[in-house]
């Protein structure tokens, strides 16, 4: 195993470099600007023919040219005294090896406690919105025992109502539903009044054509937060110039994610860096401020401590990321977020097949709207523009199948 240096115009031309040379599943350890060039450090298995490559790439690359790639061998006891690894270094320039792998055993393993409390706290904290939800609705049919319900309206419409109260939509909002719909005699009318009752208390937003700024992506662990803003980045990248857009990760620690972060930002050809504390965060965002757009990715646990990112020189845009099949607990625990000013919420793992009732249920009347959402795990696939009518025609049109 050994370490290469990459130096490249950008971080497309670099990630292209990096393919061509060691293949498709080269290991980036680390992506940054150096000399207003990219610089990344690749641990790769070095093949013959692949150092014969990297001879040829050092002749010919004459170094009076700006756009040409320069890549240099880099042996590992280079790169530990260079700042690639300067969080291992110890204050002993005599440190032996041993010492370093035990520090490195020793990190590791507090990250994985680290981990494992923050997924004990989702967990715990789940099992409260469930229940709180559990006992609204308990309280509500408590309430509403004497109503006459579904024998108020048309008996062509009640295998309808009938297939509502088979799905995640709240009682609160089927009784509203059945109240309004007894007013019309046949199914299509009565989808109409539900569609025209939804969309006018379930708020959407069209938050790509003009985004800006400093946008701050959060949400549950494993929600799709970070191939959501790989996507955000590619596609704003092609309007705005790649480098004018750019992705910061805040304090994620998970084994694997700054490095699946790193290759997909080199997939959408934007830059891509690295924050641990509030006041890292920043001093690259007051560095980046020339930059157009800039999207922050988190891990799980910051989407509970949002109002902890107070950074008094910058504002920031935040967004909720929820997958599209998650309960109405696990979303209105973030949306009832007192402190936390939602600009909007995005769907990942969207498909028209998902019954969508329980996001419905805890956005409804809510003033955060929903924006977009990611279909699949493939970059190059546009996010699609989440409206109203189309979410509830698709999971009426599932209940109605549901029915035959």
Same mark, same amino acid.
């Given at each position: 195993?050994?370490?290469?240096?990459?130096?490249?115009?950008?971080?497309?031309?670099?990630?292209?470099?990096?393919?061509?040379?060691?293949?498709?599943?080269?290991?980036?350890?680390?992506?940054?600007?150096?000399?207003?060039? @990219?610089?990344?450090?690749? &641990?790769?298995?070095?093949?013959?023919? $692949?150092?014969?490559?990297?001879?040829?790439?050092?002749?010919? !690359?004459?170094?009076?040219?700006?756009?040409?790639?320069?890549? @240099?061998?880099? @042996?590992?006891?280079?790169?530990?005294?260079? !700042?690639?690894?300067?969080?291992?270094?110890? @204050? %002993?320039?005599?440190?032996?090896?041993?010492?370093?792998?035990?520090?490195?055993?020793?990190?590791?393993?507090?990250?994985?406690?680290?981990?494992?409390?923050?997924?004990?706290?989702?967990?715990? +904290? *789940?099992?409260?919105?469930?229940?709180?939800?559990?006992?609204?609705?308990?309280?509500?049919?408590?309430?509403?025992? #004497?109503? =006459?319900?579904?024998?108020?309206?048309?008996? /062509?419409?009640? =295998?309808?109502?009938?297939?509502?109260?088979?799905?995640?939509?709240?009682?609160?909002?089927?009784?509203?539903?059945?109240?309004?719909?007894?007013?019309?005699?046949?199914?299509?009318?009565?989808?109409?009044?539900?569609?025209?009752?939804? %969309? &006018?208390?379930? &708020? #959407?937003?069209?938050?790509?054509?003009?985004?800006?700024?400093?946008?701050?992506? $959060?949400?549950? =662990?494993?929600?799709?937060?970070?191939?959501?803003?790989?996507?955000? &980045?590619?596609?704003?990248? !092609?309007?705005?110039?790649?480098?004018?857009?750019?992705?910061?990760?805040?304090?994620?620690?998970?084994?694997?994610?700054?490095?699946?972060?790193?290759?997909?930002?080199?997939?959408?050809?934007?830059?891509?860096?690295?924050? #641990?504390?509030?006041?890292? *965060?920043?001093?690259?965002?007051?560095?980046?401020?020339? /930059?157009?757009?800039?999207?922050?990715? #988190?891990?799980?646990?910051? $989407?509970?401590?949002?109002?902890?990112?107070?950074?008094?020189?910058?504002?920031?845009?935040?967004?909720?990321?929820?997958?599209?099949?998650?309960?109405?607990?696990?979303?209105?625990?973030?949306?009832?977020?007192? %402190?936390?000013?939602?600009?909007?919420?995005?769907?990942?793992?969207?498909?028209?097949?998902?019954?969508?009732?329980?996001?419905?249920?805890?956005?409804?009347? /809510?003033?955060?709207?929903?924006?977009?959402?990611?279909?699949?795990?493939?970059?190059?696939? =546009?996010?699609?523009?989440?409206?109203?009518?189309?979410?509830?025609? $698709?999971?009426?049109?599932?209940?109605?199948? +549901?029915?035959?």
């Amino acid at each position: 195993m050994e370490l290469q240096r990459i130096l490249a115009k950008d971080s497309r031309s670099a990630m292209d470099q990096v393919h061509k040379l060691f293949g498709q599943d080269a290991l980036v350890i680390s992506n940054k600007r150096a000399k207003n060039k @990219t610089e990344l450090i690749v &641990a790769v298995d070095l093949e013959d023919n $692949a150092n014969e490559a990297l001879e040829d790439i050092q002749i010919a !690359s004459p170094s009076s040219s700006k756009n040409d790639i320069k890549t @240099t061998n880099t @042996t590992f006891d280079e790169v530990l005294d260079s !700042s690639v690894f300067n969080d291992l270094k110890s @204050t %002993n320039d005599n440190e032996s090896s041993q010492q370093i792998q035990t520090h490195a055993e020793k990190v590791l393993t507090e990250e994985a406690e680290q981990q494992e409390t923050r997924q004990a706290k989702e967990i715990v +904290s *789940l099992v409260k919105s469930e229940l709180s939800v559990m006992r609204r609705e308990i309280l509500l049919s408590q309430q509403l025992a #004497t109503w =006459p319900g579904i024998e108020v309206v048309s008996y /062509k419409i009640q =295998p309808l109502i009938k297939a509502l109260s088979e799905t995640g939509l709240s009682l609160s909002l089927r009784t509203l539903i059945t109240s309004v719909v007894s007013e019309v005699s046949s199914v299509e009318d009565a989808i109409i009044k539900i569609t025209e009752i939804i %969309n &006018a208390n379930l &708020a #959407t937003q069209d938050i790509l054509t003009k985004m800006s700024g400093n946008h701050l992506f $959060a949400g549950s =662990p494993g929600a799709g937060k970070t191939m959501m803003i790989a996507k955000i &980045a590619r596609q704003k990248a !092609s309007e705005l110039g790649e480098q004018n857009v750019a992705v910061v990760s805040y304090r994620d620690s998970r084994i694997g994610a700054w490095n699946q972060l790193q290759l997909l930002c080199g997939q959408a050809g934007v830059e891509s860096y690295k924050a #641990t504390t509030i006041e890292s *965060l920043e001093i690259i965002l007051e560095e980046l401020s020339e /930059k157009s757009l800039i999207l922050i990715d #988190t891990c799980g646990d910051d $989407a509970l401590a949002m109002n902890d990112l107070k950074i008094k020189k910058v504002h920031l845009n935040k967004h909720l990321i929820v997958s599209s099949d998650a309960s109405e607990a696990s979303i209105a625990r973030f949306v009832k977020q007192n %402190n936390t000013q939602w600009s909007s919420v995005l769907l990942s793992r969207y498909n028209q097949d998902i019954d969508v009732w329980p996001i419905i249920n805890a956005l409804i009347n /809510k003033s955060v709207p929903l924006s977009i959402a990611n279909e699949d795990g493939n970059i190059m696939t =546009p996010l699609k523009q989440l409206n109203t009518i189309d979410l509830v025609s $698709a999971n009426i049109q599932n209940m109605q199948l +549901s029915l035959v």
